[in-house]
């Protein structure tokens, strides 16, 4: 129940296109929900995040879309550029507790062709 | 945004050395420290959790006597892996959050460390 499953493991998309990334968690009480943007030899940068109050977030030309019903939410990255190449995470984080502890899904590598 | 800065960003040492890592965070005060481990192309697993002046939470199967960790300041965690041995080799990254219990706090990585045993 703690786990968060994220998928596809990795994703080629040309130049300009829109990537998708999805993520599906099973416990209810998770209430808040980033995603991270890694490149090689670097850690995670916080990219963009969501609580379940809203269904869609927009910053830039990334953006969340979350569905509480069905308990998933997704990463969008409209007109993908190379730079975008990198691996995502997506994590659940139960507020509430006090650990602050983030659950992790198994990251999906990006890569966009020029 | 948040800065976290570790150092160093890589290590290689003999095997049974040990070897320090530091976690700062340097324009926030950091209630709350994690660490973590990568392996390539996986995902991050969290070895323990650490609050300012308090002992740390370790996560199930991690040694503690083998990663001692310290959180003595708001600004400054370190991971001290002792006895290092190959297989102890890693990527290991730290993160600080301003934390508190309820509170959504986001969590800012360090660019890890890349430690290397021969």
């Known amino acids: 129940q703690q786990q968060v499953k994220q998928s596809p493991q990795s994703l080629i998309v040309q130049k300009g296109g829109i990537s998708i990334i999805n993520c599906a968690y099973e416990?209810?009480?998770?209430?808040?929900f980033p995603w991270y943007q890694q490149f090689p030899g670097k850690g995670p940068a916080l990219l963009i995040a969501i609580r379940p109050d809203v269904s869609e977030k927009k910053e830039g030309r990334f953006t969340i879309s979350f569905n509480k019903s069905a308990k998933q939410f997704s990463l969008h990255i409209m007109d993908s550029q190379p730079g975008d190449s990198a691996t995502y995470f997506c994590a659940a984080l139960r507020g509430s507790s006090n650990t602050g502890k983030l659950i992790f899904g198994q990251g999906t590598t990006l890569q966009v062709k020029p | 945004g948040a800065v976290v800065s570790q150092h160093p960003s890589w290590v290689i040492c003999k095997s049974g050395t040990s070897v320090k890592i530091e976690c700062r965070s340097l324009d926030f005060q950091a209630t709350t420290m994690f660490w973590y481990r990568q392996f390539p192309k996986q995902s991050l697993m969290l070895m323990a959790t650490s609050n300012e002046g308090s002992k740390a939470t370790y996560e199930q199967g991690v040694e503690k006597d083998k990663f001692l960790i310290n959180h003595a300041s708001l600004t400054l965690s370190t991971l001290t892996v002792t006895s290092a041995h190959p297989e102890d080799s890693s990527f290991y990254i730290c993160?600080?959050?301003?934390?508190?219990?309820?509170?959504?706090?986001?969590?800012?990585f360090g660019d890890g460390t890349r430690l290397s045993i021969l």
């Open positions: 416990n209810t009480a998770f209430d808040y």
């Open positions: 993160s600080a959050s301003r934390g508190g219990k309820g509170s959504n706090q986001p969590q800012h």
